[in-house]
């Protein structure tokens, strides 16, 4: 059977990001934590992939190596190759990585609140984008932040450029972040469950806002998230991890029709669904693994209802079930099948 | 933000009674202040009776001390030991002693942020291990002990300063005196900075900054340090009315008639007016330093807002 640790799924010609058997570490006064084990994925020009799995699993310190960001110490990458538009970024000089960062690749956070700087206005800190790379004075900084107000659709922008973050609303806040991440009109933006801490009321409205920017500005997105209701909407791919690997990959609608791995089938059949009504709702019973103390053989086999014996002492390679399409399962062919 | 600033100004009054008072009552129960003001010599009874009526000595202590405040508010501190005019004595010694401590907050403000900045930076390893070392010396070391030995040193053994300030102390004389004042607070400020330090590394917006591609001397002084310092400067501004009076023991070992010199003579002849006097301006200056540190906190953090 045909295996694809190595190889980049769908290679494209128009490959923005490909990261290869990514391993990292955090080497801790407890352990050192294996928080990411081989993860390999690539996203296209233009292309959205979206991010799912348990928390714990990696999805964050993943593209945290990749923006180059990780916590370090205690978290170091240990193995693998991070290459955008065709360069390493883990054998670039500093400097050169440094401009990378923001200019080309951009980060989303979760919490806006924390992650702006609370003593410094919105506009100095939209602004600064544009002063460091661009080398703008501050006043055309100024000029240019008040425009990417307004670009996210923030009321009275003008008025507003000189107020702090925490005279914001948290939707207003988060448009702020996204407004900083598009600035500099990257090839690729991450998004770290980037609606998780907002009300329910304003969710889908910066959803859309990130989206809609996305698709005018032709980006790549990588869309952690753990709405999937949401990535229906806008993914096209799907990568879900489980104990630091990739267990699936594959186009949205594939999966939606029908899960390659136990653990995906698991994630979609805990969501309610309508046409599913009455049916028992499927819950992955069991807690993830430590990540000091990983099993043997197929991560997942202790919460596995498929598993048998050599799931526990031969760990499954990302098998290819389609061109398109990878599965970390020894019987992912049962797995398919069954539904 | 007025309202704030005039209901703080309200608050200072109590507290400036009381402290005024306290300090008036202490002095006063050290002794006979008329037979201070003879010296070894007995006075004759009218003229005793005389000064003990200019003083109000005869009224019961309420009525001295409003009177005292009241002359005080006039202008008229009394009359020092010397028999000059205590605003004289203050007009020699303030600005010798402000010029003492501004050496001394410039020193322990930017020695201790560079070097808390530097250990916090480099946590955990040996140049962080040795700042916290050489603070936590620095703290047990008695002011008189250290300032002895700075001036033997630097003075004496190495002849490098004038171990003894001359008269007019102009800012090169003081940068020892400053140093030795500022020494245990600037160890202070290390430790505190370094806390800081550590403490915001790890915030999110550092990380940020750092995912902006901002470079890293940008990360840390614009970003980084700029929210460690909001709790130092709290310090230091707190600080500069404790340096003052600090001072007393430095401005003896350096010779320097500042404040604390005079403070000290007058203790050690029991002359009240001074001490008095000069304790008073002393409140006066630690509480408007308190208040002007508190607004400035504001403008470091706009979070904070005055109700
Ligand atoms: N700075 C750090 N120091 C030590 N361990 C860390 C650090 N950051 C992450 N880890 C470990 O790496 C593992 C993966 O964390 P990660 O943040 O990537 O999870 P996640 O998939 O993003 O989960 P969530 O959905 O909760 O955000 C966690 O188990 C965590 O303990
Ligand atoms: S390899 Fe075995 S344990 Fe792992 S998911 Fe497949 S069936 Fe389950
Ligand atoms: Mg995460």
Not at chain 2, 117 to 133: C, E, K, M, Q
Not at chain 2, 146 to 169: D, I, R
Request: hydrophobic share 45%; glycine share 8%.
């Amino acid at each position: 059977m045909d295996t694809l640790t190595e190889s980049p799924l769908v290679p494209r010609t128009d490959t923005l990001l490909d990261v290869r058997d990514l391993h990292v570490e955090f080497r801790t006064r407890d352990g050192i934590a294996k928080a990411v084990n081989g993860v390999s994925y690539a996203v296209a020009r233009g292309e959205t992939l979206a991010v799912l799995g348990e928390s714990g699993s990696g999805k964050s310190v993943t593209v945290q190596a990749v923006m180059g960001i990780l916590d370090s110490p205690p978290g170091f990458v240990t193995r693998g190759e991070i290459l955008f538009r065709g360069e390493n970024l883990l054998t670039m000089p500093a400097d050169q990585r440094r401009k990378v960062r923001g200019a080309k690749m951009a980060m989303i956070f979760q919490d806006a609140l924390s992650a702006l700087n609370p003593v410094l206005t919105v506009g100095y800190q939209l602004g600064e984008m544009f002063v460091v790379h661009r080398g703008m004075s501050r006043r055309d900084a100024r000029a240019m932040a008040v425009e990417l107000m307004d670009r996210v659709r923030i009321p009275a922008a003008r008025q507003r450029v000189g107020d702090y973050p925490h005279q914001f609303s948290g939707g207003m806040r988060q448009r702020i972040m996204i407004a900083m991440a598009m600035a500099l009109e990257p090839d690729l933006i991450i998004a770290d469950e980037p609606t998780t801490a907002l009300d329910v009321t304003v969710q889908a409205q910066v959803m859309d806002l990130l989206a809609e920017l996305r698709q005018e500005m032709g980006m790549g997105l990588i869309l952690i998230t753990h709405d999937l209701g949401v990535v229906a909407d806008v993914a096209d791919r799907i990568a879900v991890m489980y104990a630091g690997r990739i267990v699936e990959t594959a186009p949205v609608h594939d999966i939606y029709r029908a899960p390659a791995h136990p653990y995906t089938k698991g994630l979609l059949e805990s969501i309610p669904r309508l046409d599913r009504k009455g049916k028992e709702l499927y819950a992955i019973r069991g807690l993830p693994p430590s990540l000091t103390d990983v099993p043997p053989g197929c991560a997942f086999n202790p919460r596995c209802p498929m598993a048998r014996e050599r799931c526990r002492t031969e760990v499954p390679p990302l098998y290819r079930v389609t061109a398109e399409r990878g599965s970390a399962c020894h019987y992912w062919e049962e797995c398919v099948g069954d539904d | 933000m007025g309202r704030y600033v005039i209901r703080r100004l309200l608050q200072m009054v109590p507290v400036f009674i009381g402290s005024t008072l306290l300090i008036f009552v202490m002095v006063y129960a050290l002794g006979d202040p008329v037979a201070a003001l003879f010296g070894d010599r007995a006075p004759d009874p009218a003229t005793a009776a005389q000064i003990r009526k200019d003083l109000y000595l005869d009224h019961p202590l309420w009525q001295q001390y409003v009177h005292y405040m009241a002359q005080i508010f006039q202008g008229n501190f009394g009359t020092a030991f010397d028999g000059q005019p205590v605003l004289t004595l203050m007009s020699t010694a303030w600005p010798l002693t402000i010029r003492l401590t501004i050496v001394a907050v410039v020193v322990e403000a930017v020695i201790g942020v560079v070097l808390g900045l530097f250990s916090g930076l480099r946590r955990g390893r040996t140049v962080d291990s040795g700042v916290l070392v050489l603070t936590l010396v620095v703290v047990s070391v008695p002011t008189f002990v250290s300032g002895y030995v700075l001036q033997y040193l630097f003075g004496v053994e190495w002849n490098l300063v004038n171990p003894s300030v001359s008269p007019a102390a102009p800012f090169s004389e003081l940068l020892l005196p400053g140093i030795v004042l500022a020494l245990v607070s600037l160890a202070y400020v290390t430790r505190l900075t370094r806390t800081s330090v550590v403490e915001n590394h790890r915030a999110d917006y550092v990380r940020t900054a750092i995912a902006k591609g901002l470079p890293r001397h940008r990360v840390v002084l614009r970003h980084l340090l700029r929210n460690s310092l909001i709790p130092v400067v709290t310090f230091i501004g707190t600080d500069i009315g404790a340096l003052m009076g600090g001072a007393i023991v430095t401005e003896r070992i350096f010779n320097i008639h500042g404040v604390g010199y005079q403070l000290y003579q007058g203790i050690l002849r029991q002359n009240s007016p001074t001490v008095v006097g000069f304790v008073t301006i002393l409140v006066i200056v630690f509480l408007i330093a308190n208040l002007l540190v508190d607004l400035l906190y504001a403008v470091l953090d706009p979070r904070i807002r005055y109700a």
